[in-house]
């Protein structure tokens, strides 16, 4: 009997382990301060939480194409939403990359001790990064291709912890773009990055050409899966 109790334990680990990270949600699964009142599909998609993991498991081409996916806020109608979060898919990816770029900035600060991140230098470029080089590399992402779309129309409510009662329609997109071209906008912000300290004439420590393909090839590494 205690055997056979631990097949049976043994056998519901492997059922949880196998199962998939990934899967689409039911609506009543998801604790928030809304109702999903009508939605493109009776389950949330787990591509939009993780793209790159959803495609993964879904033995969908992860060597030659990089998975993004992006979510509006609350809008007055669905026709809005979607159409918001189609067009705004060239932005989001050039903003993704300026994000990443930003982050192993921080990295490259933290670990160099010969590099003071209060330097008024640094703080001027990692401003650039946050404020400008999304807007600036914008036009070099093309390529992009929307696979999937998901809508839902929500109904807020005070009494589920939202700031007042509300309808509001939110659309997501699942983007694919070829790493090929996603290399290309980040080869495009390294040019930036370059470029502005180039343009920096004052004698404070500033980042070296080496130091800046470091940052640019770690942020090349980490967008592009490897």
């Given at each position: 009997m205690k055997f056979n109790l631990t097949l049976l334990a043994f056998a519901l680990v492997l059922g949880a382990c196998s199962s998939s990270k990934f899967k689409s949600t039911e609506h009543e699964d998801?604790?928030?301060?809304?109702?999903?009142?009508?939605s493109s599909s009776?389950?949330?998609?787990?591509?939009?939480?993780?793209?790159?993991?959803?495609?993964?498991?879904?033995?969908?081409d992860t060597k030659t194409l990089t998975y993004y996916s992006f979510e509006t806020t609350p809008k007055v109608s669905r026709q809005i939403a979607c159409d918001l979060a189609k067009a705004r898919a060239r932005a989001d990816i050039a903003g993704e990359i300026a994000t990443e770029i930003s982050k192993q900035i921080d990295q490259e600060v933290s670990g160099n001790?010969?590099?003071?991140?209060?330097?008024?230098?640094?703080?001027?470029?990692?401003?650039?990064v946050d404020s400008f080089l999304s807007s600036r590399i914008q036009r070099s992402v093309y390529g992009a291709k929307i696979?999937?779309?998901?809508?839902?129309?929500?109904?807020y409510q005070k009494d589920l912890g939202a700031k007042k009662d509300f309808y509001g329609h939110t659309c997501a997109v699942f983007v694919s773009i070829s790493k090929a071209n996603l290399n290309k906008s980040i080869s495009a912000a390294q040019k930036e990055l370059e470029r502005t300290q180039k343009n920096n004439v004052?004698?404070?420590?500033?980042?070296?050409?080496?130091?800046?393909?470091?940052?640019?090839?770690?942020?090349?590494?980490?967008?592009?899966?490897?």
């Open positions: 998801i604790e928030r301060d809304y109702e999903v009142k009508d009776k389950a949330r998609p787990g591509w939009i939480e993780d793209a790159n993991g959803w495609a993964s498991e879904n033995d969908i001790p010969g590099i003071d991140e209060n330097s008024p230098e640094i703080s001027s470029l990692k401003e650039f696979n999937k779309t998901y809508w839902e129309k929500r109904f004052s004698e404070e420590r500033k980042f070296s050409r080496e130091e800046i393909k470091e940052i640019i090839d770690r942020t090349r590494k980490t967008l592009n899966k490897e």
